[in-house]
């Protein structure tokens, strides 16, 4: 079955403390990004990836990295999350221009 | 600036009732697409329809492109079409980012 996965689906941590959302698409798809989704905010894209080796910041990156080493995965990590970053993050992978999302990952900073 | 405007922002039905959802955006777009985020948060790709109309049994969606606005039909709905429905474009000429519309909360009563 194609799909994007996300893991973990929830995850409850403390200020500072580095964590890492995996993102895996079993599609080949070259292009990949995250997403974030806050309440009034709606979804607001971190970072996107056209390839392999290739990313760039999208709208809100501050705070956050990613690596894109295997065209199925691309991880999300959050060196030292801060309550800032509760929010439900979303994986995507798009061969152009249709994207798929993966289920989300509801992240809670204390 | 670039905007995605859906309307209305809240809806509420009796089960059974047919509704119209909109999507109005701000110029031209290569890529349209409607998702359905239930109430444990996945986002579900309904339509891609940069144009034109399709039907996946009682939800349909036209995009009429020239006039910058996209419908969203759901009928005789039922309790599980509750949640909140978001129309998302990429702009012609943008990278491969989707902007997505503030949404449409529903709620189906029985």
């Known amino acids: 079955e194609a799909q994007v996965t996300q893991n973990p689906r929830y995850l409850i941590t403390v200020t500072g403390k580095k964590l890492t959302v995996t993102c895996s698409q079993n599609?080949?798809?070259?292009?990949m990004s995250w997403y974030r989704q806050d309440p009034g905010l709606g979804l607001r894209q971190i970072y996107y990836?056209?390839?392999?080796?290739?990313?760039d910041k999208g709208d809100v990156p501050e705070g956050y990295k990613v690596s894109r080493k295997e065209k199925r995965n691309f991880p999300l990590i959050l060196e030292s999350p801060s309550p800032n970053q509760t929010s439900l993050y979303f994986c995507?992978?798009?061969?152009?221009?249709?994207?798929?999302f993966g289920p989300g990952t509801r992240l809670t900073v204390l | 600036g670039i905007q995605v405007e859906q309307s209305p922002p809240d809806l509420i039905l009796q089960e059974g009732a047919n509704s119209t959802l909109r999507c109005n955006f701000s110029?031209?777009?290569?890529?349209l697409q409607w998702f359905h985020q239930n109430p444990w948060g996945q986002l579900i790709n309904l339509f891609y329809?940069?144009?034109g109309t399709k039907q996946n049994g009682r939800l349909s969606a036209t995009t009429v492109a020239t006039e910058r606005y996209s419908l969203l039909y759901i009928s005789s709905s039922q309790t599980t079409d509750s949640g909140v429905y978001f129309c998302?474009?990429?702009?012609?000429?943008?990278?491969?980012?989707?902007?997505f519309g503030a949404g449409t909360r529903l709620a189906v009563h029985p």
């Open positions: 995507a992978s798009s061969r152009a221009p249709e994207q798929f």
């Open positions: 599609m080949n798809h070259e292009y």
């Open positions: 329809i940069p144009s």
């Open positions: 998302a474009v990429r702009f012609s000429g943008g990278y491969n980012k989707l902007i």
């Open positions: 990836s056209m390839n392999v080796e290739v990313t």
């Open positions: 110029d031209s777009v290569n890529n």
